[in-house]
T-cell receptor, first 112, second 111 residues
Framework: SQTIHQWPATLVQPVGSPLSLECTVE??????LYWYRQAAGRGLQLLFY??????ISSEVPQNLSASRPQDRQFILSSKKLLLSDSGFYLC???????????FGPGTRLTVT | QKEVEQNSGPLSVPEGAIASLNCTYS??????FFWYRQYSGKSPELIMF????GDKEDGRFTAQLNKASQYVSLLIRDSQPSDSATYLC???????????FGTGTQLKVEL
């Protein structure tokens, strides 16, 4: 069966500091991968998605970036965090045929 | 603009009753529809998907789709306190695998 991991689970970072969140998927090959952010009391906002190694599509212009160095690894980064970057960051995967997306446990980021 | 709309609730139902959660979408080209359950502080969990008009049943859950009315719903029979959560509706349009999510409906099942 497929499993998706995210770490860290929680993170408190000062404004202006860098960020690196990692997501890995087990039990499947060539998945589509997604990064979402969920701000308090708001819906899921798609940030990035990837259909293969090195292929990243950005949905929302911002100070975040994403990379996919390996087939089942997806990384979300920032060089300088803003207060508005606080939120619940979720990684998800899907099959290429798109039968639905499956979410990891998430990282709760607080920027102070 | 592609949108998915849900009543934010909270929707309160007594234990054992049927909970009805509704979702409308604006893009007539939408092809696939998903329901996720999200407990407070946790990540969303896929519970149902439906592609064709009509009903699809899975245990206590029934998804209903009406493409002409651009309406999808989720019925939960014999509601339990453990069903208390936020339910997110998601829609996939066209050949891509991206989903557009509604903001969710909070369901409270009361003893």
């Amino acid at each position: 069966s497929q499993t998706i991991h995210q770490w860290p689970a929680t993170l408190v970072q000062p404004v202006g500091s860098p960020l690196s969140l990692e997501c890995t998927v087990e039990g499947t090959s060539n998945p589509n991968l997604y990064w979402y952010r969920q701000a308090a009391g708001r819906g899921l906002q798609l940030l990035f998605y990837s259909v293969g190694i090195g292929q990243i599509s950005s949905e929302v212009p911002q100070n975040l970036s994403a990379s996919r160095p390996q087939d089942r690894q997806f990384i979300l980064s920032s060089k300088k965090l803003l207060l508005s970057d606080s939120g619940f960051y979720l990684c998800a995967w899907s099959l290429r045929t798109g039968t639905g997306q499956y979410f990891g446990p998430g990282t709760r980021l607080t920027v102070t | 603009q592609k949108e998915v709309e849900q009543n934010s609730g909270p929707l309160s139902v007594p234990e054992g009753a049927i909970a009805s959660l509704n979702c409308t979408y604006s893009d007539r080209g939408s092809q696939s529809f998903f329901w996720y359950r999200q407990y407070s502080g946790k990540s969303p969990e896929l519970i149902m998907f439906i592609y064709s008009n009509g009903d699809k049943e899975d245990g206590r859950f029934t998804a209903q789709l009406n493409k002409a009315s651009q309406y999808v719903s989720l019925l939960i029979r014999d509601s339990q306190p453990s069903d208390s959560a936020t339910y997110l509706c998601a829609v996939r349009t066209g050949g891509g695998n991206k989903l557009t999510f509604g903001t969710g409906t909070q369901l409270k099942v009361e003893l």
